[in-house]
């Protein structure tokens, strides 16, 4: 009987690939085995683990092999580790937080109704940075580990090639796969375009519209989508977001609108989960009127309770949408790689459109994903991440608890949340206030175009670091104390 107060009921069997062939990557194989475990339910949530020293005596490793696998099983959110009282399986399964659900979750509340607007807000725009309180709204690129994003003896094979212009087949092959998986996207290789992110997808629908088309965007919404088509020349219609996502109904009073641009999974800015009532409604207004919904991805991949909704791809019987993702959110942003499973009627001239202005994403940088994707990099990745953010988030809301006034949403997903101002307090103002002390800070309504907002800002926390996190928290709550009707 193992050692400890009580006897353990577990028994992990040393593994074959060990036993059969003593090897020098003895941790990469034990996490292997105990990954395997968990993912068939062998390990439901909730078991007790023996100790890291009972099961290197029964497998015959080093007990720093065995920290050395636990340590990462619990970075992931595998397992739970307390000093004291040893290793359990993690309740929920890290992978169910990104994997499409198809229960459904109940719609985000909004703290205040949106109100009408002659104009919208105009303040200047910030470049989004890491180490930057409140502005870092990236993924934080020291969690990436680089040795997997070394280039591949077939990316460095494929110097002497050039990309097919719908993008690398055996990528789009692992990216069909992955969102087959996650976002319940029943797609193949042929359906798959390889982008230079989501602004590349907007650009071609853009040239795509015809002179009296219209493109329908979110309000408030992702600025630089109407920047896009403005300059463009193609007319936008702004439709309201309330807690419920893009109002569909609102939509389907304007006439001649060809397409629609969302981002339900979190809408950008508000962070607000769009309804699946909403999401059915669309599909059939994108019906009714030949049109098609640009659905975008937006922090889908981080979500700190439950798994998110199937995209509005996977509930599409009509070929109505045109889903887009990047890893430009995910690995870095310097990345320039991004994806879109485009509808048959509108493929060939994606394609087209792509050989004409020479845009598609080098070889390399495919072939480097690709080998991410296909060895289990990603997944573990994302699994990292969003336990990592999830911590960073649960510490600033621990410390902007201090004031009780504060009122935050958007929080339950995603790499930034809302924080609403008080009743009074001007946006411009409590930013200038922010900006003094140290804080950049992006308001609601820099996002508004025909509608707006209560007052509030977007508070970024994914690429900060716990000691930035705690400085910058405590300088916010001094500011917001500070913007008190006195």
Not at 47 to 70: C, D, I, K, M, Y
Not at 408 to 424: A, K, N, R, T, Y
Request: aromatic fraction near 6%; hydrophobic fraction near 45%; include cysteine.
């Amino acid at each position: 009987m193992a050692r400890g107060k009580q006897p353990l009921a577990l028994d992990l069997a040393l593994p074959f690939e060990l036993s059969a062939k003593p090897s020098a990557r003895k941790h990469q194989l034990l996490y292997a085995f105990l990954q395997d475990l968990l993912a068939c339910g062998h390990l439901a949530p909730g078991t007790r683990l023996p100790s890291t020293r009972t099961l290197a005596q029964r497998w015959g490793v080093a007990r720093g092999t065995v920290e050395l696998v636990f340590e990462q099983l619990a970075l992931e959110g595998c397992i739970l580790r307390r000093q004291g009282a040893g290793s359990v399986v993690a309740p929920l399964r890290p992978d169910t937080l990104i994997a499409a659900n198809d229960q459904g979750l109940a719609t985000l509340p909004c703290p205040r109704e949106p109100v009408p607007c002659a104009s919208p807000a105009s303040m200047p725009e910030v470049r989004l940075q890491t180490g930057v309180p409140f502005i870092a709204r990236l993924a934080d690129p020291t969690l990436l580990e680089q040795r997997h994003l070394q280039l591949a003896a077939d990316a460095l094979a494929a110097i002497t090639e050039s990309a097919p212009h719908a993008g690398d087949a055996s990528l789009r092959k692992a990216i069909a796969t992955h969102i087959r998986l996650y976002r319940g996207i029943e797609c193949d290789v042929e359906d798959i375009v390889v982008t230079q992110g989501i602004r590349h997808t907007l650009h071609f629908i853009s040239q795509w519209l015809e002179k009296d088309d219209a493109i329908a965007l979110e309000d408030p919404g992702y600025s630089w989508a109407a920047r896009m088509f403005e300059q463009t020349g193609r007319r936008v219609i702004c439709v309201a977001v309330d807690q419920a996502g893009l109002d569909a109904e609102q939509l389907a009073r304007h006439d001649n609108v060809r397409a629609v641009h969302t981002t339900p999974a979190h809408q950008a800015p508000l962070g607000i989960c769009m309804s699946v009532q909403r999401r059915q409604a669309l599909l059939a207004w994108a019906q009714a009127r030949d049109a098609y919904i640009v659905e975008d991805d937006y922090d889908s991949e981080y979500n700190y309770a439950c798994a998110p909704l199937p995209a509005i791809k996977a509930l599409d019987q009509q070929d109505r949408v045109l889903f887009c993702g990047s890893f430009n959110k995910t690995l870095f942003s310097g990345l320039r790689l991004g994806f879109a499973v485009v509808p048959r009627t509108l493929r060939a001239r994606f394609i087209d459109w792509l050989a004409a202005t020479g845009q598609t994403p080098g070889i390399i940088a495919q072939r480097t994903v690709r080998q991410y994707l296909v060895h289990g990099h990603y997944e573990r990745h994302l699994r990292i991440a969003r336990q990592t953010y999830q911590r960073r988030r649960d510490l600033l809301l621990e410390r902007l608890a201090a004031e009780p006034g504060m009122t935050v949403s958007g929080e339950q997903s995603g790499l930034h949340f809302v924080l609403w101002l008080p009743d009074g307090v001007s946006e411009q103002a409590f930013c200038e206030r922010a900006r003094q002390r140290g804080l950049v800070l992006q308001p609601i309504g820099l996002f508004c175009r025909k509608h707006t907002w209560p007052a509030g800002v977007l508070i970024g926390y994914a690429a900060l670091t716990d000691e930035q996190i705690e400085a910058a928290a405590q300088v916010l709550v001094e500011v917001y104390r500070a913007s008190l009707p006195r």
